[in-house]
């Protein structure tokens, strides 16, 4: 699933090929109208046409395409969605929902197997609200040891559940929390208002050292994540601990085998003695 590198992924690519261009038409898959929204009383289908594109940004695991007219999409990828540049002669790619034809014979597609994803056509406030709903950015300054020591004062729930929480952290998701947890040495089950000031500094290290690594291979491929020009990205290789876990594999830094557990729903790999139990 989409989480914050694959999302940037998206961004880099998407916001050169589409900046300036204006949208000519919109189709709409009649079997899935629910992919393309926007506020009340407004047909985003009617509305987009004749709009331009202009920067395309990211706000945790939701890119953000501004338009004019003070309008802005917002595009949420959830599980499957693909977000797809190609030229508009190309055949419906598959499970294609939604296609807008921009001026210079491209076309925007997006195609997404589970159809939890979505494109909203939405004023300044709407992103505004969203904005204010999504924890801080893992890759500014805004996550500093302090200020995630702050966010975790209290909790008894796993740091691990912590770290998904999209109102503390915005963007990260299971496989690049577990990769953080590894590589910071900590217990994915630790409540994350006992981390010290230690962990929490080698946490906040291990976050964006994997994010900018990731981000740097162009995001991790499992099942489904494509770039807009429909490439895997190349970070699977580089995950240590995540997808692993099942067959005994070794950690890849002490060699002992690798253990799973089930942390609110999720399946979560780590190794047990290079993230001990603290008791
Ligand atoms: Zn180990």
Redesign the pocket.
């Known amino acids: 699933m989409p989480e914050l590198p694959e999302v940037e992924t998206v961004k880099r690519i998407l916001d050169p090929l589409i900046m300036g261009r204006t949208i000519i038409s919109v189709e709409v898959d009649p079997d899935f109208p629910g992919v393309l929204c926007g506020p009340d009383g407004v047909d985003a289908s009617r509305t987009l046409p004749g709009l331009s594109l202009q920067r395309v940004s990211r706000r945790g695991k939701y890119l953000i395409v501004g338009l004019s007219d003070l309008w802005h999409l917002i595009v949420h990828l959830r599980m499957t969605g693909r977000l797809l540049v190609v030229d508009h002669d190309t055949p419906a790619v598959r499970f294609e929902h939604l296609r807008m034809a921009l001026d210079d014979g491209n076309d925007i597609r997006f195609a997404d197997q589970r159809k939890f994803g979505r494109v909203e056509l939405a004023t300044i406030e709407d992103v505004k609200a969203l904005d204010r709903r999504l924890g801080v950015e893992p890759l500014t300054h805004g996550l500093s040891p302090y200020r995630l020591q702050e966010l975790f004062r209290g909790r008894k729930a796993p740091v691990k559940s912590a770290m998904l929480n999209q109102h503390l952290i915005a963007g990260l998701g299971n496989i690049y929390v577990d990769e953080a947890l590894f590589r910071a040495g900590i217990h994915p089950l630790t409540p994350a208002g006992d981390l010290n000031l230690i962990q929490i500094t080698a946490l906040v290290e291990a976050i964006q050292y994997v994010l900018k690594l990731a981000i740097r291979n162009q995001g991790t491929t499992f099942a489904n994540f494509e770039n807009p020009y429909g490439e895997a990205g190349g970070n699977k290789s580089y995950l240590r601990v995540y997808g692993k876990g099942r067959r005994g594999e070794p950690?890849?830094?002490?060699?002992?085998e690798?253990e799973r557990l089930v942390i609110g729903g999720r399946g979560t790999v780590y190794?047990?003695?290079?993230?001990p139990q603290e008791v």
Not at 271 to 275: A, F, G, K, S, V
């Open positions: 950690c890849p830094r002490c060699g002992a690798l190794c047990p003695l290079c993230q």
